[in-house]
């Protein structure tokens, strides 16, 4: 690649972390810079020895030829001398979506771009590791930390680049959606509903940049796409395309004769015939959609057969934070979902009613997202929770609280309660306490947060190991 040197500002975040992986794998010397970064990213940076210091300008290396900065609240010139400096330094500076793009360029790779409301995350590494399973070697950059595949970036051999792609604004000076820039060969979509309200405040506004992306897709490109999403119809509608659909339930590709359990088998349908029988450790229905819409893309594809595909789901763990078991020495089930909006949280509940029927479920919630934290959005707390026992509700995030209408802990706490569900609010200091105050056999918890959620990822199933061991 014709860059020799590259630094990120704000390389905690998982798209950054995943790009600046991708771009040492070809040879690029890379070094970052953050703040306040946690598990997993912290764990993945250390990892994979990728060091980082404090936001200061004396970071960027005086032979830097890239600085890439990412989509943060502070990575602004006006309160960010790191940022000021990056811009007033004559290196071009990218986002890390551009720069994904450069490097398919360059390398001559086919992207295939997996996007969407919710799923996309699971959907890539799911496809980029059913890819290697089959024999490929492929190019991926996932938006998340996964258990499987090993790392989160990977640069190989193969022609196909997989890519999360992500609507959300490229950075704070560009506000097209990020996967407009990852010029995409083929095109898996998972299930649309409207998301990310601070900035696609209409669903209109929200389906603007998925139609640019599905005109964006080569006629010789495939398409495979869920029918699910609240907004999935109304996108695929005057499409003008041939699209493949998937679904639980509805599609060319759907799911049927599901057994739930601890490993949960199920039939993939094309049409009527029945491609054969499917297993997954993972839990819930919205990862047999996901599950579904791999293996019609890498059947419409050729990739790989059926019972190959098959094997290759089978072996599939999922991602850290997407209903990720915490711990196997406690007997109280504990979970951590990825909680970032109304969808996700209700799909991570409802997996944990569908496999722990009999449990009592604790929640808790962190409003790290704007979408949480944003009064228009209030409305979604009057029945998120419904089949949970309790939810704890940690302190809404602070960080860019001026540019929309920030909710306050007590509104939502109260909002929660007013539906009828036994709410309380947490703090730093007695988070750990309240649960464990209120755990009892019997119980499962489920940790819903996008956020550092107070530490409670690590402490509280060390906690519950020694009250209530396995």
Request: net charge negative; with cysteine; aromatic share 8%.
């Amino acid at each position: 690649m014709r860059y020799r040197r590259a630094h990120f500002i704000g390389i905690g975040g998982v798209g950054m972390s995943a790009t600046a992986l991708i771009l040492r794998d070809a040879g690029v010397a890379v070094s970052g810079s953050d703040e306040a970064v946690y598990p997993p990213m912290s764990t993945l940076l250390s990892r994979e020895g990728l060091s980082w210091q404090p936001y200061d300008p004396v970071n960027i290396p005086l032979d830097a030829d890239l600085i890439v900065i990412g989509k943060n609240a502070k990575l602004v010139p006006e309160t960010n001398a790191e940022v000021a400096a990056a811009y007033a330094s004559g290196i071009p500076t990218r986002s890390f979506p551009e720069v994904l793009a450069e490097l398919s360029h360059e390398l001559g790779k086919t992207p295939v771009v997996v996007a969407g409301s919710y799923g996309k995350s699971t959907s890539t590494a799911l496809l980029a590791h059913c890819l290697i399973e089959l024999g490929a070697d492929p190019s991926y950059v996932i938006g998340a930390v996964p258990l499987t595949p090993a790392r989160s970036a990977h640069l190989g051999q193969g022609d196909l680049l997989i890519l999360e792609g992500d609507e959300y604004p490229s950075s704070n000076t560009d506000p097209r959606s990020k996967f407009l820039h990852l010029d995409p060969a083929h095109l898996l979509l998972t299930p649309v509903t409207h998301d990310h309200v601070n900035v696609f405040p209409t669903p209109a506004s929200y389906l603007a940049p998925f139609r640019e992306l599905l005109s964006m897709i080569p006629e010789a490109g495939t398409i495979v796409a869920c029918t699910e999403g609240d907004l999935s119809a109304e996108i695929l509608a005057g499409c003008g395309r041939t699209i493949v659909t998937y679904g639980l339930a509805e599609g060319d590709y759907r799911a049927a004769d599901i057994a739930w359990g601890e490993t949960t088998t199920f039939a993939i349908m094309r049409g009527g015939k029945r491609l054969g029988t499917f297993s997954t450790t993972l839990l819930g229905a919205h990862n047999i959609q996901n599950i579904v819409g791999v293996a019609a893309f890498l059947l419409e594809q050729r990739l790989g057969d059926e019972r190959a595909i098959g094997n290759a789901i089978a072996s599939f763990r999922g991602l850290v934070r997407r209903l990720d078991r915490k711990s196997e020495k406690t007997r109280i089930p504990i979970f951590e979902g990825f909680g970032s909006s109304y969808e996700k949280a209700r799909s991570a509940i409802d997996a944990m009613r569908q496999h722990f029927p009999e449990k009592r479920l604790l929640v808790v919630f962190e409003p790290h997202t704007f979408s949480w934290r944003n009064r228009d959005a209030i409305g979604w707390y009057d029945d998120v929770f419904a089949g949970a026992a309790k939810a704890f509700i940690y302190e809404p995030a602070t960080q860019g609280a001026q540019t929309h209408q920030q909710l306050a802990q007590e509104e939502i706490v109260a909002r929660v309660a007013a539906s009828g569900m036994d709410a309380a609010a947490i703090h730093d200091a007695t988070a750990l306490p309240a649960v464990m105050d209120a755990v009892r056999d019997g119980d499962a918890i489920l940790l819903l947060s996008s956020g550092p959620l107070a530490g409670l990822p690590e402490t509280l199933p060390r906690a519950l190991e020694e009250a209530f061991p396995a």
